[in-house]
């Protein structure tokens, strides 16, 4: 058993090791697109000065790191829960260390309650930088959580009523951010 926890344990910090790298890049992308578009000052409301295909770019970057974290995910995991536990977990972390990084180097966010657009697919998602930063701690505790039970009484699947109020929530917090 210690092994299996020393596994358990190493595989949560090579992929926080990699979600922190991650936030990193996106963080200096998000930068270097701010002080092109930006060069006065970021602040939201945005005035929209991305050309079409600028914004298409942008969404195919987005969708790109979504990708790797569905695979960084895949690659890490055995069996579907693990590998769901880890995808929220990795975007979970990626997610914080995207927005220190931002305040490290920029001094944005000038507080939890600064608005962003935090996510342009389907369509753009805005709310206060607190409102991820809670989802995503809640997505953390609920990998964990997954992960070490499942682990622990070898489950292999949720029960239809644990994936529709996950599925619920979900899709609260995504019209939540969509109408936002």
């Given at each position: 058993?210690?092994?299996?926890n ?6 949560f910090?090579y ?5 922190i790298?991650?936030a990193?890049l996106?963080?200096a ?5 701010r002080?092109i578009y930006?060069?006065q000052?970021?602040?939201f409301s945005?005035e929209?000065?991305l ?7 942008e969404?195919l970057r987005?969708?790109?790191t979504?990708i790797?974290?569905i695979?960084?995910?895949l ?5 579907f829960?693990?590998r ?7 975007f979970?972390?990626w ?10 180097t920029?001094d944005w ?8 657009v935090?996510?342009?697919?389907p ?5 206060p ?10 997505m953390i505790?609920i990998?964990i959580?997954?992960y ?8 292999s699947n949720?029960?239809?009523?644990e994936w ?11 019209i939540?951010?969509i109408?936002g």
């Open positions: 058993m210690l092994n299996k020393k596994n358990y344990f190493i595989n910090v992929l926080s090791i990699f979600a790298s991650l990193f996106e963080a992308v998000v930068i270097y697109l002080q930006y060069p000052g970021f602040q945005l929209v000065t050309t079409n295909r600028m914004f298409y770019i969404i987005e969708l790109s979504l790797i974290i695979f960084a995910a690659l890490s995991g055995q069996k829960m693990d769901f536990a880890y995808f929220i977990y990795i979970a972390i997610d914080i260390f995207y927005y220190i990084f931002l305040k490290l920029t966010p000038s507080s939890f309650l600064t608005w962003d935090l996510f342009l697919i369509v753009p998602w805005t709310a930088v607190l409102f991820p930063i809670i989802s995503s701690v809640t505790v990998s959580f997954l070490n039970l499942y682990q622990k009484y070898s489950l949720l029960s239809k009523l529709s109020l996950l599925s619920t929530s979900a899709f609260i917090i995504f939540s951010f109408w």
